[in-house]
């Protein structure tokens, strides 16, 4: 198994792309450490993974020592740290017309500033065991849509920081650090966002093939294997990389409403 006794902190695990991740982890031979916000929710997926190699620490991130704890019991718990997941984000739309400072400055707590804290915290632990952090960002970190302004401008400040510390902390302490950027991804929160803006439950199903080429959006399963690969020692000292995991060609941008101006838009390419 790629990641046998390899203990693992993984927040925002009680849902969606975390929970994927999370029960791939257990699956390759890992231990880790769940944080998250709904109890209920964590307690089943530790009965389902097995006390043995889940424990639950249900804080929000923005708590003072929230990253500490979970380190605290990482330790506790199984004795080390091997990597650090940071999945955990808020996601909500706000444009330059409805976005204030106060819900900006809360966007860059969750999104930036808590992994920030969390690599910190973690950082004297994964230096023993020469250990990586893997940052979940998005595509929207390059661009992103006009109603997720304060989200994206989040995403961005993170893939800097992967780069700059992937760079930094291996040099310093033979620690990678990485970031895989999803796309669209069907995952609890986006199912319930949809079903609120008044779409049906099979919303996914018939989507313009310029969003969807293959004829479908991707599944959580499908980030979580993509982790595996920076998770385990198999990408060697490899670090500082951000990795987009997306299938139409607009990383990160809203595609013009008119897509017969595609064609020019692609030729146009880097230019934009």
Same mark, same amino acid.
């Given at each position: ?80 740290? &091997? ?11 706000? &444009? ?6 106060? !819900? !900006? ?75 895989? &950027? ?28 310029? !969003?969807? *080429? ?35 060609? !607009?990383?990160?941008?809203? *595609? ?17």
């Amino acid at each position: 198994m790629r990641l046998q006794d390899k203990v693992i902190i993984v927040t925002g695990g009680c849902t969606g792309i975390g929970k994927a991740i999370v029960h791939r982890c257990v699956a390759e031979g890992a231990s880790v450490v769940i944080n998250g916000l709904q109890q209920d929710l964590g307690d089943h997926l530790v009965s389902e993974l097995g006390a043995e190699n889940a424990v639950l620490h249900i804080e929000d991130l923005t708590n003072e020592g929230c990253q500490q704890r979970l380190v605290d019991l990482a330790i506790q718990r199984f004795g080390k740290i &091997n990597a650090v997941v940071n999945n955990a984000a808020l996601i909500a739309a706000g &444009n330059i017309h409805t976005t204030d400072s106060d !819900f !900006f400055r809360k966007m860059l707590e969750i999104n930036t500033l808590a992994p920030f804290r969390l690599i910190k915290a973690a950082l004297p632990q994964l230096r023993l065991t020469r250990g990586c952090v893997l940052n979940i960002g998005s595509v929207n970190a390059y661009c992103g849509e006009p109603d997720l302004l304060p989200y994206s401008v989040s995403k961005g400040a993170l893939m800097t920081m992967t780069r700059n510390l992937g760079d930094t902390l291996m040099q310093e302490h033979g620690v990678r650090v990485n970031q895989i &950027n999803p796309g669209w991804t069907l995952t609890d929160a986006e199912q319930k966002r949809k079903l609120e803006e008044g779409l049906g439950e099979e919303w996914y199903a018939d989507l313009p093939e310029v !969003f969807a *080429p293959s004829g479908r959006i991707l599944w959580p399963k499908e980030i979580a294997a993509a982790a595996m690969y920076w998770l385990d020692d198999e990408c060697g000292p490899i670090s500082g990389q951000v990795v987009d995991l997306e299938q139409h060609p !607009f990383i990160g941008r809203n *595609p013009p409403k008119d897509t017969s101006t595609i064609p020019e838009i692609q030729a146009r390419g880097a230019s934009d």
